[in-house]
């Protein structure tokens, strides 16, 4: 950096900093290194300290310890598990008041603890809600036209068409029953409705046509729509009430033949329960990208169920991901380095 963009942003490693000082991966500095430059500028509470954590880099505390905010950006998921060091870093700082992460879940033991300790955390909700709703809708596509059938069958060089007496019913006119409508649910609905199917959103506040249901269940009376539901798409956030929110009972209620997807967390449904319906016949099917023990054991049956497509907590992956993400932390950062409140603040659980 020339000494004249040096006076905009002024980037140090392993001092204490004044303030306000930022930290973030090298990759996001990088990315926005410019509009970091900006916001510095124009900063009200004076120039921007921004330290940065080298990919596969190791951190000296002492050139955190006056860090006020950080940003745990998408790229630090690495295989050199810079995620895990930078929040065991940022345990210490006594100055953090702040952190913004590039996603949207916020259960994890890490970010609670933040949270348990006054630090003010905020997510990047929605920046992969449209990929997670694409593999939703690509799980609902390969259960429904048998792809599972077709790619077993091509393993074993099989010509088999499927006996015409056995075809699927057609996915128009089904129904999908969606618990959750935040980003993804919302995408969710929109694309299921978009293929002809009927959709109850399940959620606290009522919705409508314009959520892109065309009917609103109340979480308590969810029971009361499973017996019509073909497709149960759990897109909910983990709570201590959404806590094996379908378990045995509820899943018994399904028409026998119906099929679950989940990509919200592992715990929203009870996974011994699934697993004994799955061997039943119960639920005919289920796309997994979550569950109660991740990784998901080498001993779990569902590894072996012909009926179960797994992909490993693994179907928000998108190239745009990154960049939707950077853009919401700058938006909070220049509220943050205005004095005025970060936006995305979520509570405790």
């Not at 020339?2 to 942003?9: K, P, Q």
């Amino acid at each position: 950096m020339d000494a004249g963009r040096a006076s905009a942003v002024a980037r140090r490693v392993c001092y204490i900093p004044a303030m306000p000082a930022i930290f973030v991966s090298q990759v996001f500095a990088s990315n926005q290194r410019a509009a970091l430059e900006r916001l510095s500028a124009a900063s009200a509470r004076g120039p921007l300290t921004v330290i940065e954590l080298p990919t596969g880099g190791e951190i000296d505390p002492k050139a955190v310890a006056g860090v006020e905010a950080a940003f745990v950006s998408v790229d630090m998921n690495n295989e050199s598990g810079d995620i895990r060091k930078f929040l065991v870093a940022m345990q210490q700082p006594p100055a953090l008041s702040w952190m913004h992460i590039g996603w949207a879940g916020t259960d994890s033991p890490f970010i609670q603890s933040f949270l348990s300790r006054g630090v003010g955390v905020s997510n990047s909700s929605g920046v992969t809600s449209e990929p997670i709703a694409l593999s939703v809708i690509a799980g609902m596509l390969a259960l429904h036209r048998g792809l599972l059938r077709w790619r077993e069958a091509q393993a074993r060089h099989a010509w088999e068409p499927l006996a015409r007496d056995l075809a699927p019913p057609d996915l128009r006119g089904q129904v999908v029953a969606v618990l959750g409508l935040g980003a993804i649910g919302g995408y969710v609905a929109t694309f299921a409705r978009a293929l002809g199917l009927r959709v109850i959103g399940v959620r606290r506040t009522p919705a409508s046509l314009a959520d892109g249901v065309d009917e609103w269940v109340p979480p308590e009376r969810l029971r009361e729509a499973l017996p019509r539901t073909d497709w149960l798409v759990s897109t909910i956030p983990l709570t201590a009430a959404t806590r094996h929110m379908v378990g045995r009972e509820e899943l018994a209620l399904l028409p026998r033949g119906a099929h679950v997807i989940n990509v919200s967390r592992g715990a929203v449904i009870d996974e011994a329960a699934l697993i004994e319906a799955l061997q039943s016949g119960q639920v005919a099917g289920a796309y997994l990208d979550v569950f109660e023990t991740e990784p998901l054991p080498a001993e779990s049956p569902l590894w072996e169920l012909p009926n179960v497509i797994i992909s490993p907590h693994d179907s928000w992956p998108s190239g745009g991901n990154n960049a939707r993400a950077e853009a919401i932390f700058l938006e909070e950062l220049e509220h943050w380095l205005q004095g005025r409140p970060v936006t995305r603040l979520v509570t405790p659980e």
